[in-house]
């Protein structure tokens, strides 16, 4: 099994920036992408970045310029750095690890979430 935990989400004013790490851990063969997504109150989960095991990148149109995702591929750890942040970032975000284990898969294995608040 593929165990996935987030760390990093808090309270910071409009305008400023927070990173969030994602770690991931147990018994897969390969991960072919981590990433990140959030739920706001209300609404439905929304994917903001994610990085395949080659390094290419997708991102929200949303968070564009604003928000970075990189990996360590020895550590199987994704990060998300999160500048000019706005009260509308604020939500739960969730790490999702897309992994082999033996011979199956992928299957997406996701964190339990962290809190990003962000205040006007």
């Known amino acids: 099994q593929v165990q996935v935990v987030e760390s990093g989400g808090g309270l910071v004013q409009a305008g400023g920036s927070l990173s969030l790490t994602c770690a991931a851990s147990g018994t897969f063969k390969s991960i072919t992408a981590m990433g990140w997504y959030r739920q706001a109150p209300g609404k439905q989960r929304e994917s903001v970045a994610f990085i395949t095991s080659d390094g290419i990148t997708k991102y929200a149109d949303s968070v564009k310029g604003r928000f970075t995702i990189s990996k360590n591929n020895a550590k199987n750890t994704v990060d998300l750095h999160m500048n000019s942040l706005r009260p509308e970032d604020t939500a739960v975000y969730f790490c999702?690890?897309?992994?082999?284990?033996?011979?199956?898969?992928?299957?997406?294995?996701w964190g339990q979430g962290t809190q990003v608040t962000v205040s006007s």
């Open positions: 999702n690890t897309r992994a082999f284990v033996g011979l199956s898969g992928p299957y997406d294995y």
